[in-house]
C-alpha cells in the first residue's frame, strides 16, 4: 500500500499552526518547516514521527486552524 504524499505547502501551513500552539522553538515545528523546504523523504519522517508525538490534543488544534 503506497503512503499518502503530503503536500509540502500544507506542512509549512501545519508548521505555522503548530508554531502558534507550541512555540517556534518546538522541534515538531522545525521538522515540519525543514520537510516542508526540502520535501525530502527523511525530513517528512521525522517531521511525522513528531507530530505524532505531539499531545492529541495539540495535534487536533494544529489541524483544526487548518481547516479554517
Given amino acids: ?3 499518502t504524499k ?4 500544507a506542512m509549512g501551513r501545519l508548521a505555522g ?4 500552539i507550541c512555540g517556534a522553538d518546538h ?3 522545525a521538522a515540519l518547516k525543514a520537510a516542508a523546504e526540502s520535501g525530502s523523504e527523511k525530513d517528512i519522517a521525522k517531521a511525522r514521527k513528531l507530530f505524532l508525538g ?8 494544529a489541524l483544526t486552524m487548518l481547516a479554517d
Fill in 54 to 61: 505531539l499531545k492529541p490534543g495539540d495535534r487536533r488544534a
Fill in 27 to 29: 522541534p515538531a515545528v
Fill in 6 to 9: 503530503i503536500d509540502p505547502a
Fill in 1 to 3: 500500500m503506497d503512503e
Fill in 17 to 20: 499552526a503548530l508554531a502558534f
